[in-house]
């Protein structure tokens, strides 16, 4: 079975922890391709995404960088309008 990561949303945390994605290949374990898949919305196996999990759940949030990104429920249009 596979699951679609919203791309937005992983890079988003990523970006909220400081990383790229080599930092969570390396950090999940994964391989950098399969994170680039998941990162274009590509479906990922389950065991895959339990493997991110773990590694962004293990990984600190950069203190102050939620108030530098645009909001999580952006318009995608311009991104600075929320979605109702």
């Given at each position: 079975?596979?699951?679609?990561?919203?791309?937005?949303?992983?890079?988003?945390?990523?970006?909220?922890?400081?990383?790229?994605?080599?930092?969570?290949?390396?950090?999940?374990?994964?391989?950098?391709?399969t994170?680039?898949?998941?990162?274009?919305?590509?479906?990922?196996?389950?065991?895959?995404?339990?493997?991110?999990?773990?590694?962004?759940?293990a990984?600190?949030?950069?203190?102050?960088?939620?108030?530098?990104?645009?909001?999580?429920?952006?318009?995608?249009?311009?991104?600075?309008?929320?979605?109702?």
């Open positions: 079975m596979s699951t679609r990561l919203d791309p937005n949303r992983l890079d988003r945390e990523l970006a909220r922890r400081g990383w790229n994605a080599t930092d969570l290949a390396k950090a999940s374990g994964i391989s950098a391709g994170i680039s898949a998941a990162r274009r919305g590509r479906p990922v196996s389950n065991a895959t995404v339990c493997k991110i999990a773990d590694a962004l759940r990984a600190p949030i950069v203190a102050g960088v939620d108030g530098l990104l645009e909001p999580e429920h952006a318009s995608p249009l311009n991104g600075s309008q929320p979605v109702s």
